[in-house]
C-alpha cells in the first residue's frame, strides 16, 4: 500500500527558530500533498494543500509566512515554521492521496520552547 | 462551509459492550472514510465507502454509508481494548480536499 514518511518525527527548538518538516510519497508520486495540525485530543485542522511546482493553497486563517510549504519534487513537500513560538507547539501531519483515500505520515510532534 | 459533526465526542465502555460513532453533515461527499488514530501517531485507514447505503464490514467493525452520501456510522460490536483510539470520518468532496469530523475518542477498559 501507499507509504508516506514523514521527518522527524519530534523536534524541540527555541523561540524564534526555524523548523522543516519533511513529508515524502515512498512509493508513488504525489502532485499535491496536505498538511493538518492537530492539538491535543481535537481533530485535524487543515493547514494548506501543497502543489508540485506551483504555491501552495492556504486555508483561511493559516499564514503564509510563517508556515512556508514548498513542494519541489513529485515524492518531497516541506513545511517550515518560520521564527517558531510556544503557541506553535503542535503535531503536525502530513498526507498525501494516491486515488481517492488519503494516506498519513506518522506526524512531527513540534515543542518551542 | 462543509461540516463533518461526530457523535459522540467521547466513549468510556466497558471490554465487549457494542457501540455505535455517527458522522454527519448536511453536505454531499463522494466518498468517506473511516481513520483510528493512537496517540502520536498519524490516522490509519479502516475503510472508504464510496456507493450511497453501502455496507462493509471489517472483522467487529461495520461501516455504513447513507443512502444520500451525507453521513455515516461505525459500529464496533464486542468492543475490546485494542480498540481504544480516536476515531476520524473524513468525506471527500471531489475538489482533493478532505474535511475531517470533530473525532470521537473511545476507550475500552479492559
Known amino acids: 500500500g501507499a507509504v508516506v514518511s514523514q521527518h522527524p518525527s519530534r523536534v524541540i527548538c527555541k523561540s524564534g527558530t526555524s523548523v522543516k518538516i519533511e513529508c515524502r510519497s515512498l512509493?508513488?508520486?504525489?502532485?499535491?500533498m496536505f498538511w493538518y495540525r492537530q492539538f491535543p485530543k481535537q481533530s485535524l485542522m487543515l493547514m494548506a494543500t501543497?502543489?508540485?511546482?506551483?504555491?501552495?493553497?492556504?486555508e483561511q486563517g493559516v499564514e503564509k509566512d510563517k508556515f512556508l510549504i514548498n513542494h519541489a519534487s513529485l515524492t518531497l513537500s516541506t513545511l517550515t515554521v518560520t521564527s517558531a513560538h510556544p503557541e506553535d507547539s503542535s503535531f503536525y501531519i502530513c498526507?498525501?492521496?494516491?486515488?481517492?483515500?488519503?494516506?498519513f505520515g506518522n506526524g512531527t510532534r513540534l515543542t518551542v520552547t | 462551509t462543509q461540516l463533518l459533526e461526530q457523535s459522540p465526542q467521547f466513549l468510556s465502555i466497558q471490554e465487549g459492550e457494542n457501540l455505535t460513532v455517527y458522522c454527519n453533515s448536511s453536505?454531499?461527499?463522494?466518498?468517506l472514510q473511516w481513520y483510528r488514530q493512537e496517540p502520536g501517531e498519524g490516522p490509519v485507514l479502516l475503510v472508504t465507502?464510496?456507493?450511497?447505503?453501502e455496507v462493509k464490514k471489517l472483522k467487529r467493525l461495520t461501516f455504513q454509508f447513507g443512502d444520500a452520501r451525507k453521513d455515516s456510522s461505525l459500529h464496533i460490536t464486542a468492543a475490546q481494548p485494542g480498540d481504544t483510539g480516536l476515531y476520524l470520518c473524513?468525506?471527500?468532496?471531489?475538489?482533493?480536499?478532505?474535511?475531517f469530523g470533530t473525532g470521537t475518542r473511545l476507550k475500552v477498559l479492559a
Open positions: 498526507s498525501a492521496n494516491p486515488g481517492n483515500t488519503l494516506h
Open positions: 512509493d508513488f508520486q504525489a502532485t499535491t
Open positions: 501543497s502543489n508540485e511546482g506551483s504555491k501552495a493553497t492556504y
Open positions: 453536505s454531499v461527499f463522494s466518498s
Open positions: 465507502v464510496v456507493t450511497g447505503g
Open positions: 473524513a468525506g471527500f468532496s471531489g475538489t482533493y480536499k478532505y474535511i
